[in-house]
Nanobody, 120 residues
Framework: QVQLVESGGGLVQPGGSLRLSCAAS????????FTWYRQAPGKERESVARIVYTSSSANYTDSVKGRFTISRDDSKAAVYLQMTSLKPEDTAVYYCNAASMPLFGSNNYWGRGTQVTVSS
């Protein structure tokens, strides 16, 4: 059974911090790279952050650079998104996505999402 389960979402005030977690199971974690996506009401889903092997391989969308940090812990089969200096425009449902590295296949999995609301 393949599973990606997001957690850590909730209500936070502008300027606050939140850490999202993505727990993976049912596949070979080390053979996948991970991407956090988000979708706000009335907007299309967008890529927020991506990590291949380590934090040094990470890339971010311009609007979150310097504020968000993606990381992975292969021993725990988990991916994290540390969010700081949160803004109301960060409000969205955040999704975890796993994609197999080309040499290991072409699989793609999605979590169900976790709501993040930034408001005073």
């Amino acid at each position: 059974q393949v599973q990606l389960v997001e957690s850590g979402g909730g209500l936070v005030q502008p300027g606050g911090s939140l850490r999202l977690s993505c727990a993976a199971s049912g596949f070979t974690f080390s053979s996948y790279y991970f991407t956090w996506y988000r979708q706000a009401p009335g907007k299309e889903r967008e890529s927020v952050a991506r990590i291949v092997y380590t934090s040094s391989s990470a890339n971010y969308t311009d609007s979150v650079k310097g504020r968000f940090t993606i990381s992975r812990d292969d021993s725990k089969a988990a991916v994290y998104l540390q969010m700081t200096s949160l803004k109301p425009e960060d409000t969205a449902v955040y999704y975890c996505n796993a994609a197999s590295m080309p040499l290991f296949g072409s699989n793609n999995y999605w979590g169900r999402g976790t709501q993040v609301t930034v408001s005073s």
